[in-house]
């Protein structure tokens, strides 16, 4: 069974950094495409980054483009989000993803993914 732990959350002043993490376990996640997604309050969830488990592709939304970095560790199973100048508007919690069906796309439709972890809160203040 697929799980998927986020952590690394927590406030933070505007201009300031973050590093979420989240933790991969249950599957063999060479195939995978893995994202992460974010929901502010009243607001619809959207994508924020996608990375190839196999590979260096990586894809960003344009509102993180040039602030965020997302990367993956093969050897502790975990994929992180290093969040710079980070901005009040990116307040929201943040949420792991996984899509086992990799086929050499990185997709920003939340319905591609099949595991989702519980998510982490990224609070900036201005």
């Known amino acids: 069974q697929v799980q998927l732990v986020e952590s690394g959350g927590g406030l933070v002043q505007a201009g300031g950094s973050l590093r979420l993490s989240c933790a991969a376990s249950?599957?063999?996640?060479?195939?995978?495409?893995m994202g992460w997604f974010r929901q502010a309050p009243g607001k619809e969830r959207e994508f924020v980054a996608a990375?190839?488990?196999?590979?260096?592709?990586?894809y960003y939304a344009d509102s993180v483009k040039g602030r965020f970095t997302i990367s993956k560790d093969n050897a502790k199973n975990t994929v992180n989000l290093q969040m710079n100048s980070l901005k009040p508007e990116d307040t929201a919690v943040y949420y792991c993803?996984?899509?086992?069906?990799?086929?050499?796309?990185?997709?920003?439709?939340?319905?591609?993914?099949?595991?989702w972890g519980q998510g982490t809160q990224v609070t900036v203040s201005s």
């Open positions: 990375v190839r488990w196999s590979g260096g592709s990586t």
């Open positions: 993803a996984a899509d086992q069906s990799y086929g050499g796309i990185l997709y920003s439709n939340q319905r591609r993914y099949d595991y």
């Open positions: 249950g599957r063999t996640f060479s195939g995978y495409a």
